[in-house]
């Protein structure tokens, strides 16, 4: 593993030097170098854009504030729930189970409420849940920068741990609906991203290969999961999220996705 | 999956009705029942009792100045980091890439320091994890519970996400070394738990049947993990620790291991 991150860190910093539109590499340019041997389609283009949803696409700050008045207006517990409510995802994935991620993360309100002495049945964690979740606007440059990458020919799709209904609904409310090509939700393949088969479930339902893949992500374990599947990625580096140091480096890190688009247009 | 859930919580019902001493049911009584069918041999003694280390075993309050002085102080930031940690313990996994859970630590220490503008290295990040790790007290009760446990017959394993020279370190620090017949460590099979395969493995390397291995964890994430594989499993309730609702009930729930271990000598 060490290798391939080696590798993939030399092809970055490769890139680096070509300067900031150093993403338009030849084929000649890269022909005798071991990485294009061994990836020979990491390079132009990406044939398709998948797009995280929640705090990739989505606010999340309107949740933060339903979740924080259940929790007796203990906001700086919403990091933590936020956090359990991750790690209990792939706690169910790893066990071969699934539910939907709705009602993890009320299951992870519960407990996190619970180890504060706030009691929260499961019914009412639901609802709070699901209301925030379905009651969320996109980022404010969203919109245009989704426009930007259409309007270049560039095929959009949103690949969630949201629910199928849940992730229609989410659009519905933040107007995105018409901006993709199609939605996709872990929910059809039964594991959470970001475990290696949803990224490979997802190219192939596309009919592409996993290096013709592009994720765009707000989350530093999405980002390192679609590149150790052999997907390229982008991360939007927005206000308290990280990449994960031990992880490869995506090829793009921007602080919204408008910077990202004008860098992917250029491609 | 709600069936096996449903049939294994009206199973602990039918053992709660038998009383506190509920556990030890002739196989008679459960002949003709779907759970004896299914599961024939989740009654009466399990063959190995396997324990978690950190926080199982392990007073982690030390590890939390020393972590708590590398984030400035900032102690309400402890709960988050170590959820992070596990988090990004999983992350990997489901990537199926490996890194040592204390380097994962030291990963997850560095993010949740720079969402607060607190610059840690590497290097600097991995030193304060090792430290910690390596200098943590047993729980009180822990001797005195492994001692009566040993004295009844019991073959004791004690089984972690930490590296095995880890856990040879941490047990030496508290003196635990002696209690144990064998150390295990998810290092070995390069999956942390709680993946179904690192269970499996585990019964698998002490020769035994997955109903007839007993985990013992003070984690909800734990013990839903070795109960989806297969495993009997015992809930330390320490404070602050919490059963994933979604998961099945463990058999024996108890605010330390003292009080399980009574328990355990019943059966």
Known sequence: MK??????????KKLGILGSSGLIIPNLMMANTTNSAKNPLIIGRPKVLFFDVNETLLDLTAMKETVSEALEGRSELLSLWFTTMLQYSLVVSASGQYEHFGHIGAAALQMVAANHDIDISEEEARKVISKALQS?????????????????????????????AGVKNQFEYAGLLEYFDERLSVEDVGKFKPFSETYQWASKKLGIAPAESMLVAAHGWDVAGAQW??????????????????????????TDLLKIARKLVKL
Chains 1, 2 share one sequence.
């Open 229 to 254: 599947a052999g997907w390229r990625a982008a991360f939007i580096a927005r206000p308290g999220k990280q990449l994960f140091p031990l992880a490869p480096t995506p090829e793009i890190v921007e």
């Open 3 to 12: 290798n391939t991150e080696e590798q993939r860190r030399s092809f970055i």
């Open 136 to 164: 969320l606007p996109a980022h404010p440059e969203v919109k245009e920068a989704l426009e930007m990458l259409r309007a270049d020919g560039y095929k959009l799709v949103s690949f969630t741990n949201s629910s199928n």
